[in-house]
């Protein structure tokens, strides 16, 4: 079993729409959860930053972490063309390496 | 306040060859990190620093070797490029570890090894 699993997509969804994307883990010691967006031949930028079980709310952008599941999401509301990029999740544990791990990557095209 | 930058942004190298990649931030940042990102694997770290003068391993570190002599630079060096090491680079920072760690990211360095 990967560490973590990601849809690679493409996510293909029409302007407004609700997008969902979401991110299976399997570490147990996996303590901070993240949502990076990256747009093409760019370098990743942090979106959502959560250390808890529940919501956390940022604009149209909500993350959603369920640890006894070991799932995390992210919902984009009234989604937008510009929202078009694909978004990583990543995680980090509470002690050991300080690095993040990160999943592949959903590609997510809005269509206006 | 330019964040992190990083150079360069494009290099074209043969098999055999050694380069040095250049990571600049100007946060104050203590922690600094490379990784490595290929079609299909996802960004995987290579070494990291958690403060001037230390340098660790990460999830990929072979064939890699950095240093971090002043606060806000980390270099990656290859002594000898293979191909598998084609790839996209980036550097980022963070502040430290902790409830509000935050790592940003500079903008990549493609690397093409033939």
């Known amino acids: 079993q990967k560490e973590v699993e990601q849809d690679p997509g493409p996510l293909s969804v029409p302007e407004g729409a609700i997008v969902s994307l979401n991110c299976t883990y399997s570490?147990?010691?996996?303590?901070?959860f993240m949502w990076y967006r990256q747009y093409s031949r760019k370098g990743p930028e942090l979106l959502m930053y959560t250390y808890s079980s529940g919501n956390k709310e940022d604009g149209r952008f909500t993350a959603q972490v369920d640890k006894s599941s070991k799932y995390i999401s992210l919902f984009i509301r009234d989604s937008q063309p510009s929202d078009s990029a694909t978004y990583l999740c990543a995680f980090q544990s509470g002690g050991g390496a300080d690095g993040l791990t990160f999943g592949k990557g959903t590609h997510l095209i809005i269509q206006p | 306040n330019a964040g992190v930058t990083q150079t360069p942004k494009f290099r074209v190298l043969k098999t055999g060859q050694s380069m040095t990649l250049l990571c600049a931030q100007d946060?104050?940042?203590?922690?600094m990190y490379w990784y490595r990102q290929d079609p299909g694997m996802g960004l995987r770290l290579i070494h990291y620093?958690?403060?001037?003068?230390?340098?660790a391993k990460g999830e990929v570190p072979d064939g890699y070797n950095v240093s971090r002599l002043k606060k806000q630079n980390f270099l990656l060096g290859l002594e000898s490029a293979a191909p598998s090491q084609t790839s996209v680079y980036f550097c980022?920072?963070?502040?430290?570890?902790?409830?509000?760690?935050?790592?940003?990211f500079g903008p990549g360095t493609r690397l093409t090894v033939l």
């Open positions: 980022a920072s963070s502040l430290y570890r902790g409830r509000t760690d935050t790592q940003y």
């Open positions: 946060m104050n940042h203590e922690y």
């Open positions: 570490n147990s010691a996996f303590q901070y």
């Open positions: 620093s958690v403060g001037e003068g230390t340098t």
